[in-house]
């Protein structure tokens, strides 16, 4: 089963990523930019695999650039604070 396919391999995914990038020293704003770029990737490329990743594109589909920057301000919060990491 690709990581994908569970929310909770989703968020653990995430959460490696974020863990690397802040090992190598990215900035904040490096790793927001880079996340917001994924999504944008996944939302035009990706069809969500369970319920909760189907819920994160239509948000992020309806959201204009203020709002997508806000999810993914939460998305980074949320992983990083299920890590441990605040």
Avoid: C
Avoid at 31 to 57: C, G, M, T, W
Wanted: without cysteine; charged residues 30%; hydrophobic residues 35%.
């Amino acid at each position: 089963m690709p990581y994908t396919d569970s929310f909770d391999k989703f968020k653990s995914q995430l959460a490696t990523r974020l863990n690397a990038a802040q090992s190598v020293g990215a900035s904040r704003g490096t790793i927001l930019n880079a996340a917001k770029n994924f999504s944008e990737y996944l939302s035009h490329e990706v069809d969500p695999s369970n319920p909760e990743q189907r819920l994160l594109k239509e948000l992020w589909d309806v959201a204009d650039d203020r709002e997508q920057n806000s999810l993914v301000n939460m998305l980074v919060k949320f992983v990083d604070k299920e890590d441990g990491g605040q």
